[in-house]
């Protein structure tokens, strides 16, 4: 029988060798591929702040005047207010708000207070309702504001809090600024009280929140760390 001639054997050889040519080159453009999808994606999606601020955890019994237990399917926005309280503290709020399970005097509460040193203290947790956002409650995050005085103007403490809380909190419910709104968009209530007699101030406040989540955000997808609520 007649060998296979040289020319045919090249003819396969050559054959072999264009077919791995052709699988390398797809592999290599698939994957240039690949990358430069994650990497559009990743420049695309936007930054999050994963840093929490410092929060004192200090959730109150429930009950139906200021824990009511109602589960918060989805948070839409965050809200924010000021105590109405001049000089009172981030506990002495809390305390109120926990007080009406006996006092009785009115519905009131928030997921978060600040306070006049910037210290944060958290009386309900974020998958219940609060009541402090009127029919807002059901859909909203809301954060009350310690204030010095009759302005109802923030230290500059109190402020950087709410900053870094507001930044943080877009991250984790995926919001944006529109989502960021006063007592006052909610329902006409002169509350926080600064920000409604000073709307340039509020637009600044929103802006500073843009800047820390630009300055301190990542890109990075979130570690696997423990949730907090
Ligand atoms: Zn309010």
Known sequence: MKGISKNKRNNIL???LLGFAIIGVCTVFLFIGRTTVDFVETMLSPKIVRTAPEISKQFID???YSRPGIKLEKVKGIVVHYT???GTSAQQNHDYFAGLAISHETKA??????G???EIIQCIP???QAYASNNRNSDTISIECCHFDDTGEFYVQTYDSLVHLVAWLEGKYGLDEEAVIRH???NGKICP???VDHPEEWDRFLEDVKLYIEEYGTREPAEKSKEEE
Do not use: M
């Open 84 to 86: 109405a309280n001049p």
């Open 126 to 128: 974020r998958d219940e």
């Open 109 to 114: 509460s928030s997921h978060y207070i600040i």
């Open 184 to 186: 006052y968009d909610v």
């Open 62 to 64: 429930p009950n139906e």
């Open 193 to 195: 009280k600064y920000f």
């Open 14 to 16: 050559f054959g072999i």
């Open 116 to 118: 006049l040193d910037g």
